[in-house]
C-alpha cells in the first residue's frame, strides 16, 4: 500500500540522517523498549508492549507503554489472544476484543488490538501487542505495518539474546580461568 511505500522511503531517509539509529542493542531491555519505540512511531496506538516467551514457556511482557505499562502480564501459549497468536504464528487484527472470547480483561478497557508474532527460524519467539481504547479502529494496513516490523524485531530480539548468551559464557570461563589461577 502507499502508507507502506511511504515508511521505506522514510527508513531509507532515516538512515542516511541518522545513521547511529542501526545501532546493534545488545541488552534485551533495551532491544524491546527500541521496538516499541519503532513501533509507536508506524502505529498511532494508546498502549502497546513486547512480550517475549521465557524458559518456562511463558508470555511475559518485556516492554511496555500507556496505561498498563506498570501491569506485569503473563500468558501461556494459547492463552489470551497474545498466547494464541504465539501459538499459531499468526497476526491478527481485532477490532472489538470484548466478542473475541480469548480476550483477557484487565484494568484497561481495550477495543482494538493488533498481535504479531516475533519468529525467528521456525520459532515463535514473543509477540508485539497494539491496542486502542477509543472508538477508533486499526486497518489492515497497520497489521502489515507492524507485521514488517516484526521480522526486523525477530532478528534484533535473537541478536540481544545470543549476545547474552556469549556474555554469560564468557564470564563462566574467566572465572574459571580465574579460579585455577589461583593454583
Same mark, same amino acid.
Given at each position: 500500500?502507499?502508507?507502506?511505500?511511504?515508511?521505506?522511503?522514510?527508513?531509507?531517509?532515516?538512515? /542516511?540522517?541518522?545513521? !547511529?539509529?542501526?545501532?546493534?542493542?545488545?541488552?534485551?531491555?533495551?532491544?524491546?523498549?527500541?521496538?516499541?519505540?519503532?513501533?509507536?512511531?508506524?502505529?498511532?496506538?494508546?498502549?502497546?508492549?513486547?512480550?517475549?516467551?521465557?524458559?518456562?514457556?511463558?508470555?511475559?511482557?518485556?516492554?511496555?507503554?500507556? /496505561?498498563?505499562?506498570?501491569?506485569?502480564?503473563?500468558?501461556?501459549?494459547?492463552?489470551?489472544?497474545?498466547?494464541?497468536?504465539?501459538?499459531?504464528?499468526?497476526?491478527?487484527?481485532?477490532?472489538?476484543?470484548?466478542? !473475541?472470547?480469548?480476550? /483477557?480483561?484487565?484494568?484497561?478497557?481495550?477495543?482494538?488490538?493488533?498481535?504479531?508474532?516475533?519468529?525467528?527460524?521456525?520459532?515463535?519467539?514473543?509477540?508485539?501487542?497494539?491496542?486502542?481504547?477509543?472508538?477508533?479502529?486499526?486497518?489492515? !494496513?497497520?497489521?502489515?505495518?507492524?507485521?514488517?516490523?516484526?521480522?526486523?524485531?525477530?532478528?534484533?530480539?535473537?541478536?540481544?539474546?545470543?549476545?547474552?548468551?556469549?556474555?554469560?559464557?564468557? !564470564?563462566?570461563?574467566?572465572?574459571?580461568?580465574?579460579?585455577?589461577?589461583?593454583?
Amino acid at each position: 500500500s502507499q502508507r507502506i511505500r511511504a515508511l521505506n522511503s522514510n527508513l531509507s531517509e532515516l538512515k /542516511k540522517d541518522k545513521p !547511529d539509529m542501526l545501532t546493534v542493542y545488545f541488552n534485551m531491555e533495551d532491544t524491546c523498549n527500541m521496538i516499541l519505540e519503532e513501533a509507536k512511531n508506524i502505529i498511532k496506538a494508546e498502549n502497546g508492549s513486547v512480550m517475549l516467551i521465557d524458559e518456562q514457556g511463558i508470555l511475559t511482557i518485556k516492554a511496555a507503554f500507556g /496505561k498498563e505499562a506498570g501491569r506485569k502480564l503473563h500468558f501461556g501459549v494459547g492463552e489470551g489472544i497474545a498466547g494464541d497468536v504465539l501459538r499459531k504464528g499468526q497476526a491478527e487484527l481485532v477490532n472489538n476484543v470484548t466478542m !473475541d472470547s480469548r480476550f /483477557k480483561t484487565g484494568a484497561t478497557n481495550i477495543n482494538s488490538l493488533l498481535c504479531v508474532p516475533l519468529k525467528f527460524a521456525s520459532h515463535n519467539i514473543g509477540v508485539i501487542n497494539m491496542s486502542l481504547s477509543s472508538e477508533k479502529l486499526f486497518t489492515i !494496513d497497520d497489521l502489515k505495518l507492524l507485521h514488517c516490523l516484526s521480522a526486523y524485531a525477530s532478528v534484533a530480539i535473537h541478536n540481544a539474546q545470543n549476545f547474552s548468551n556469549l556474555r554469560n559464557s564468557t !564470564d563462566k570461563v574467566l572465572s574459571n580461568v580465574t579460579i585455577l589461577d589461583a593454583y
